[in-house]
T-cell receptor, first 116, second 115 residues
Framework: AQSVSQHNHHVILSEAASLELGCNYS??????LFWYVQYPGQHLQLLLK??????LVKGIKGFEAEFIKSKFSFNLRKPSVQWSDTAEYFC??????????????FGQGTELSVKP | DTEVTQTPKHLVMGMTNKKSLKCEQH?????MYWYKQKAKKPPELMFV???????INESVPSRFSPECPNSSLLNLHLHALQPEDSALYLC??????????????FGSGTRLTVV
């Protein structure tokens, strides 16, 4: 079955530090990839998405992610984090075929805490 | 209109109550979804409707009953819930059927507490 793994359960950084959150998925076919952010007490917001084309995707709030097909990875990066980036981050994958086509599968999430 | 609207935002219900959660979108999306999210956990898929027909039921207990009256509306009827059903219930929609999809648009959720 398709699965999504996020390597870090909780990441603690100081402001201005660089961020990289890992995400790997197990499905070998064609996938659509997403990163969502959920600020404390709030709903999911889409940070960025990859469907096809340039594997380096730029999203909102200065975030970017790189799709590396050979590694089944879609890591999220930000050069310099701010206190306001404190949130839960979810990687998610949709496969576009098979009997699970269209199901958005989430990773377990990474809690990011940024110290001012 | 690029939003998914969920009502109510908060709901407290007793274990013998019957209540309904509502979700509405006017983006012309033909797939709609219910997810359940516990604190600090990822959303878990409950139901998928594609072209107003139930296409996926992730073995959800019968005390949760979905309904899709038309292409813009999705309801979740609740009856005889347990305290462990307390969670954030998220509705989402997407453009296509469940094989060719773009991104999902999520609503802000209904925070349900069962007492």
């Amino acid at each position: 079955a398709q699965s999504v793994s996020q390597h870090n359960h909780h990441v603690i950084l100081s402001e201005a530090a660089s961020l990289e959150l890992g995400c790997n998925y197990s499905y070998g076919g064609t996938v659509n990839l997403f990163w969502y952010v959920q600020y404390p007490g709030q709903h999911l917001q889409l940070l960025l998405k990859y469907f096809s084309g340039d594997p380096l995707v730029k999203g909102i709030k200065g975030f970017e992610a790189e799709f590396i097909k050979s590694k089944f990875s879609f890591n999220l990066r930000k050069p310099s984090v701010q206190w306001s980036d404190t949130a839960e981050y979810f990687c998610a994958v949709i496969n576009t075929g098979g009997n699970q086509g269209g199901k958005l599968i989430f990773g377990q999430g990474t809690e990011l805490s940024v110290k001012p | 209109d690029t939003e998914v609207t969920q009502t109510p935002k908060h709901l407290v219900m007793g274990m013998t109550n019957k209540k309904s959660l509502k979700c509405e979108q006017h983006m012309g999306h033909r797939a709609m979804y219910w997810y359940k999210q516990k604190a600090k956990k990822p959303p878990e898929l409950m139901f998928v409707y594609s072209y107003e027909k139930l296409s996926i039921n992730e073995s959800v207990p019968s005390r949760f009953s979905p309904e899709c009256p038309n292409s813009s509306l999705l309801n979740l009827h609740l009856h005889a819930l347990q305290p462990e059903d307390s969670a954030l219930y998220l509705c989402a929609s997407s453009q296509g059927d469940n094989r060719v999809v773009g991104g999902y648009t999520f609503g802000s959720g209904t925070r349900l507490t069962v007492v």
